[in-house]
């Protein structure tokens, strides 16, 4: 048989690992409440007309990054490659955008058969937000200084601000044009993918990484000649805010994003030290979607932080650590096994914040120990047969040399809550 090994591009995030990414989600979803934003829950699989309708038949996920499958009743469906359609899709069902604002998050694996490198997976992980019915600029600026307070707690330093203003669609189309002239006139010089692009979406060729067009792509004109008043006005009025908010950032007049429906402001937060997979978050308005799913309209705005590279990125030395037992109970010999495991119910039910981790399957003292001292415990308690016979149990210090000391079981709560609460040890 071959060997076992999970899909290529999707990966086990192991018990090492799991505390730095419930401290990152947990410290990310407290900043999400101090906001007010609500949490929704989406399905992982979608019908595919969702995805193709709302990113946009030319994009990079739509033309070669998803995963679709017929079900057994022939209907197309697709593991989610990105959440603002799901949620899109889930507010106009539900109602939740007719005359209302809403700000929403959602958390989860996102799947894209893309080349698996590092910092990219096939399937990875998002935290997404997304605020709908607000249409100036102070929403794209509270989504902004969210995302700086976040790099804040995370201790993530080094992260580089990007805007741009993509205008309204009508400014767009004339810019449009404007481009397809100019990358015409220079089309010996395009690459295959962009000569799709200049076809069907023509604004994309400016997201090209292919080093042998950057000049060519430097020298193009920019949409910030042609932008219409409107969004010349949100514009101003969002980099207003973030100056006075002293957030830093750099307007990039050639930062597009890859999906159509973008208008007005963009954004992505790139850090100087993952390498080439550098974005962490990436958002913008996209005023036109929901009206396009057939729903009156809907201004909405969102982005979403890939939290793979943010959990690279992030510093961890104050992580609590959750993840280590404050007491090992050794139990030792049959006798002692039904009353150790009620004694450890009973400490758990009085001191609920207390980890403790049961001796189970026996075997001897030393052997107990030794599984005692490498969970990182700080305190061993032990029943033998000898405790059980007099009522007590006999307390260890495995981090100290103190001297072990002997109480009684009904002693037992009280002595772990006054010792543990100043001795429990400092996480790693
Ligand atoms: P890229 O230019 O890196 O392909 P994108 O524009 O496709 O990014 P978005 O759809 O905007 O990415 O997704 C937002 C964030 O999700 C990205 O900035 C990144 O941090 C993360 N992300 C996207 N694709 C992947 C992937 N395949 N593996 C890991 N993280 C990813
Ligand atoms: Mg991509």
Request: charged share 25%; aromatic share 8%; glycine share 8%.
């Amino acid at each position: 048989m071959a060997k076992l090994q999970a899909v290529r591009g999707m990966h086990d995030i192991l018990m090492h690992d799991t505390p730095r990414w419930q401290f990152m989600e947990k410290s990310i979803k407290n900043i999400l409440n101090q906001y007010s934003y609500q949490e929704i829950r989406l399905p992982i699989v979608e019908k595919t007309e969702l995805f193709t309708r709302s990113i946009g038949d030319n994009t990079d996920i739509v033309s070669k990054e998803m995963y679709s499958f017929d079900d057994r009743n022939d209907s197309s469906l697709t593991l989610r490659p990105e959440g603002t359609a799901g949620c899109v899709r889930a507010g106009i069902e539900h109602g939740l955008f007719h005359n209302q604002t809403q700000r929403l998050w959602y958390t989860g694996p996102m799947f894209r058969h893309e080349r698996p490198q590092k910092g990219r997976q096939r399937q990875f992980h998002q935290i997404g937000i997304e605020a709908f019915g607000f249409n100036g600029p102070d929403i794209d600026a509270e989504q902004i200084l969210m995302c700086a307070r976040i790099w804040q707690v995370l201790n993530i330093n080094g992260l580089s601000l990007e805007i741009n203003s993509l205008g309204t669609a009508e400014s767009r189309l004339k810019y449009r044009s404007i481009l397809v002239d100019y990358f015409s006139a220079h089309k010996d010089q395009l690459d295959e993918d962009s000569l799709v692009r200049l076809a069907q979406n023509p604004l994309r060729i400016l997201d090209s990484k292919n080093r042998d067009m950057a000049s060519l792509i430097k020298a193009a004109p920019t949409l910030d000649e042609h932008l219409d008043n409107e969004s010349a006005d949100h514009f101003a009025g969002l980099r207003e805010i973030l100056d006075g908010a002293d957030v830093q950032y750099t307007v990039n007049p050639r930062l597009v994003r890859g999906l159509d429906y973008y208008g007005k402001t963009v954004f992505e937060w790139i850090s100087n030290e993952l390498g080439a997979q550098s974005t962490v978050c990436a958002g913008g308005r996209y005023d036109g979607l929901v009206e396009h799913h057939g729903a009156s309209s809907t201004p909405a705005v969102g982005f979403a932080i890939g939290l793979e590279r943010l959990v690279e990125l992030a510093n961890f030395e104050n992580t609590p650590n959750t993840h280590m037992p404050h007491i090992y109970l050794l139990i030792s010999g049959e006798q002692a096994v039904k009353p150790g495991l009620l004694l450890a119910e009973q400490i758990r039910n009085q001191l609920p914040g207390i980890r403790i981790l049961s001796h189970c399957g026996g075997g001897s003292f030393k052997s107990q120990f030794k599984k005692a001292d490498k969970s990182g415990a700080e305190l061993a308690v032990i029943l033998g047969e000898d405790e059980l016979e007099n009522n007590q149990l006999t307390i260890k210090y495995l981090r100290s040399e103190e001297a072990q000391t002997v109480i009684k079981w009904p002693e037992l709560a009280n002595f772990l809550g006054t010792t543990l609460s100043i001795r429990v040890i400092p996480s790693k």
